[in-house]
């Protein structure tokens, strides 16, 4: 009833209908549309869980890995000789006392292509990168790259999942519905340093005018609050 009303003809030449008509088809539409719902809501459920089942047994269900490992023709995850440094920098700038904001202000004066970039002469994949920002490094990309615990070796299937079939985007899953396969892959962070990296940033370091992080950031508390106390000399 909506396309009369808003005075919009429709016609489905497969299905047989036009909203034009006053045909007897047109009186089977909704029932029509009934059954096309749940075929796609039952083709859904078939797809999530041939992906269940290969996500479960181990085997990634991505075909990108994250930035520093590419994968091979068996999906085995491989260290990215050029990327891989790269994490590697971030993960000692991060120990060093460095946020991530900084970081990224780091990597972009050193011109390194950002994972986008690299994605994009590798592939032509145009689906993150940014023509004239080649090298700029954002914030966000460096925090995704010190909470990723897949540097670590381990393989973490599941880590968003979309609410229904019918919403495009997808909501991060808590730790407990992810499925973690230990010693998955070969390492590029160990898990010492990626566990001390996750502890550092719990602890929210924050630099001083100077750009300078201070001897007792992140240490001292307030007595009264219990809020971190900053240097603001």
């Known amino acids: ?12 030449v497969n299905d047989n209908v036009d909203s034009a008509s ?16 749940w075929l796609v809501r039952d083709t859904s459920k078939k797809i999530k869980a041939v992906k269940k089942s ?7 269900v991505t075909s990108k890995p994250v930035y520093g490992y590419v994968m091979d023709e068996d999906e085995n995850f491989i260290i990215d000789e050029e990327a891989a440094p790269v994490v590697q920098q971030i993960y000692q700038l991060c120990l060093a006392g460095n946020g991530p904001t900084k970081i990224a202000r780091m990597l972009t004066e050193q011109q390194i292509p950002t994972p986008g970039t690299l994605e994009y002469q590798r592939t032509g994949s145009t689906r993150r990168y940014h023509p004239g ?3 700029k490094w954002a914030t966000n990309t460096v925090v995704h790259i010190l909470e990723n615990r897949e540097y670590t070796g381990c393989l973490v299937n599941f880590k968003t999942e979309k609410p229904s079939y019918k919403v495009k985007h997808s909501i ?8 973690i396969f230990e ?4 390492p590029i962070i160990d898990k010492e340093t990626w566990e001390r990296v996750q502890e550092l940033r719990k602890q929210r370091k924050r630099p ?8 007792f950031s992140g240490i001292l508390f307030c007595a009264d609050c219990g809020h971190v106390l900053y240097d603001g000399i």
């Open 172 to 179: 991060e899953n808590p730790v407990e519905k992810q499925a």
């Open 183 to 186: 010693n998955h892959h070969e």
């Open 133 to 135: 920002y080649e090298c």
């Open 54 to 60: 290969k996500g479960m047994s181990g085997k990634p």
């Open 208 to 215: 001083n005018r100077y750009d300078e992080v201070g001897l």
């Open 1 to 12: 009833m909506l396309f009369p009303q808003k005075g919009v003809r429709f016609i489905a």
């Open 22 to 37: 006053e045909g007897m088809d047109n009186d089977f539409t909704p029932l029509r549309n009934l059954f096309n719902e």
